[in-house]
């Protein structure tokens, strides 16, 4: 009798599935192998008109149609691009409340492939009638992006970016028009609720035609700029215009601070903004 005697059946023939080591009394020993990957690809949606309405081809049905399909990664985003000329959306309080991205979707907002653009933003999100306390656009999903839009009249803050961290605001007006003239929203311009690593502004110049440029943040209710809490760490603030107008000549203050930091919020980085203007600091 042999003792302990092995056989290997030769895995190369069977499939992957099914590719085992046997031994000796019926005992099996599983090869693990990694699985393919399989990623659901990011999607483009389209804005191809500016009403305020669940109508495809709007930015709140686009908006609502990448929230629910969340296909988009921090690596591989979806998109969300303008195709119309220039223009402004009155956000209305009639059909669904504010515009925003999910907790669980992430996006690139792309204003500046809207036909003209050359460096100034040329849609506008009006909340004149929004409603009491709306917040012009709300990002919750993380590793977004906005870029070329104007945010102006909602009474609550102009950008609200809070939960998932990680997302950049550039080449945007919030609280002036797309020609520059005071619109200020209610509240801040952009307010980081417990949010981290998020990027406001660049080191590119405003006005870049490429779209990566910083953002003029002028003539908000509150602070230009509002980084709140414990959570909110890591973030940057980088060659904005906070209190002037778009060139930096005049001001068009905001009514308190231009970036306030408070109730916990450490280890955030300001620099190379001009912040001049504002109600106090």
Same mark, same amino acid.
């Given at each position: 009798?042999?003792?302990?005697?092995?056989?290997?059946?030769?895995?190369?023939?069977?499939?992957?599935?099914?590719?085992?080591?046997?031994?000796?009394?019926?005992?099996?020993?599983?090869?693990?192998?990694?699985?393919?990957?399989?990623?659901?690809?990011?999607?483009?949606?389209?804005?191809?008109?500016?009403?305020?309405?669940?109508?495809?081809?709007?930015?709140?049905?686009?908006?609502?149609?990448?929230?629910?399909?969340?296909?988009?990664?921090?690596?591989?985003?979806?998109?969300?691009?303008?195709?119309?000329?220039?223009?402004?959306?009155?956000?209305?309080?009639?059909?669904?409340?504010?515009?925003?991205?999910?907790?669980?979707?992430?996006?690139?907002?792309?204003?500046?492939?809207?036909?003209?653009?050359?460096?100034?933003?040329? *849609?506008?999100?009006? %909340?004149?009638? =929004? +409603?009491? /306390?709306?917040? &012009?656009? !709300? @990002?919750? #999903?993380?590793?977004?992006?906005?870029?070329?839009?104007?945010?102006?009249?909602?009474?609550?803050?102009?950008?609200?970016?809070?939960?998932?961290?990680?997302?950049?605001?550039?080449?945007?007006?919030?609280? *002036?028009?797309?020609? %520059?003239?005071? =619109? +200020?929203? /209610?509240?801040? &311009?952009? !307010? @980081?609720? #417990?949010?981290?690593?998020?990027?406001?502004?660049?080191?590119?110049?405003?006005?870049?035609?490429?779209?990566?440029?910083?953002?003029?943040?002028?003539?908000?209710?509150?602070?230009?700029?509002?980084?709140?809490?414990?959570?909110?760490?890591?973030?940057?603030?980088? /060659?904005?215009?906070?209190? !002037?107008?778009?060139?930096?000549?005049?001001?068009?203050?905001?009514?308190?601070?231009?970036?306030?930091?408070?109730?916990?919020?450490?280890?955030?980085?300001?620099?190379?903004?001009?912040?001049?203007?504002?109600?106090?600091?």
């Amino acid at each position: 009798m042999l003792s302990r005697m092995r056989w290997f059946r030769r895995s190369a023939q069977l499939p992957k599935a099914n590719r085992l080591t046997w031994l000796s009394g019926c005992r099996y020993r599983p090869t693990f192998e990694q699985l393919e990957d399989r990623c659901v690809p990011s999607t483009t949606y389209v804005v191809t008109n500016l009403l305020d309405t669940n109508t495809p081809g709007t930015l709140r049905s686009e908006l609502s149609l990448a929230n629910a399909s969340h296909t988009g990664t921090a690596a591989s985003p979806d998109l969300i691009q303008f195709t119309t000329g220039a223009g402004t959306i009155s956000v209305n309080s009639i059909n669904g409340g504010p515009l925003a991205l999910a907790s669980n979707e992430v996006a690139v907002i792309v204003g500046t492939t809207a036909t003209g653009y050359n460096g100034t933003p040329l *849609i506008a999100l009006d %909340g004149t009638l =929004a +409603g009491v /306390g709306v917040d &012009g656009l !709300t @990002i919750s #999903g993380g590793s977004s992006t906005v870029k070329g839009l104007a945010v102006i009249n909602f009474s609550g803050n102009g950008i609200r970016l809070d939960t998932n961290g990680g997302n950049t605001i550039l080449s945007s007006y919030v609280g *002036i028009t797309t020609a %520059g003239a005071a =619109a +200020g929203n /209610g509240g801040y &311009g952009i !307010t @980081i609720v #417990g949010s981290a690593g998020n990027t406001i502004g660049s080191t590119t110049a405003i006005g870049s035609p490429n779209g990566q440029g910083a953002n003029v943040i002028s003539g908000n209710g509150k602070d230009g700029v509002e980084i709140f809490g414990s959570g909110s760490t890591g973030n940057m603030v980088l /060659g904005n215009r906070i209190g !002037t107008n778009v060139t930096g000549t005049a001001g068009i203050g905001n009514a308190a601070n231009g970036i306030q930091i408070t109730n916990g919020a450490q280890q955030n980085t300001i620099s190379g903004d001009v912040i001049s203007g504002n109600g106090a600091n």
